[in-house]
């Protein structure tokens, strides 16, 4: 999938108060935030996010597809509607090459019970591939060179798996060729 490049602002400005409200008038700040890209280069606009799960007695899994889609397998019950696909985004150039690979095929999530492995990460190309160790090579289809591409993967649930927060960390690499 293929979208122009975007560069975006947002700014709270405080409203004036009337007179009968001076007393209640503050003040409030935002933070402004904008990304330029150099070209040749690519960040990470948000996390993967496998959502909130229960676990049971029995282990299951959790997977987020590239499309944003969650399903689970086993004794895992999905609740809530979160859970998204990582995002990246980046600037070649239309027509160049490049190869994308993972800097591992499987990595740990920790928290305060037992590890639980994410594995089969999934971009949103067309169509989809798997992504590994070696590199998969991919074509930069939009006139203007701009790219973004999703990615999402399986997450093992283990038995009684304790409540909490989970995370670990994954490395994509991109070789502009």
């Known amino acids: 999938m293929q979208r122009g490049l975007t560069a975006f602002a947002l700014l709270i400005a405080p409203v004036a108060a009337s007179p009968a409200l001076a007393l209640a008038q503050g003040n409030a700040q935002s933070e402004a935030e904008a990304i330029v890209l150099r070209p040749l280069s690519f960040f990470k606009v948000n996390d993967l996010d496998f959502g909130d799960i229960i ?3 029995t282990a299951g899994t959790v997977t987020i597809g590239p499309d944003g889609s969650r399903s689970r397998t086993g004794g895992v019950t999905l ?10 985004a980046g600037l070649g150039s239309f027509n160049r090459q490049v190869n ?33 160790t070696s590199p998969t090579r991919f074509r930069i289809t939009s006139s203007l060179g701009n790219y973004n591409f ?28």
Not at 155 to 174: C, H, K, M, R, W
């Open 55 to 57: 676990p049971s007695n």
């Open 79 to 88: 609740a809530g509607g979160g859970g998204e696909p990582a995002r990246f």
């Open 100 to 132: 994308i690979s993972l800097g591992s095929n499987s990595i740990w999530l920790t928290g305060p019970g037992t590890r639980m492995r994410a594995r089969t990460f999934e971009i949103g190309s067309t169509p989809t591939a798997i992504l590994s």
């Open 150 to 177: 999703p990615v999402g993967a399986t997450l093992e649930v283990g038995a009684n798996q304790a409540p909490g927060d989970y995370s670990g960390t994954f490395t994509i690499t991109l070789n502009y060729l």
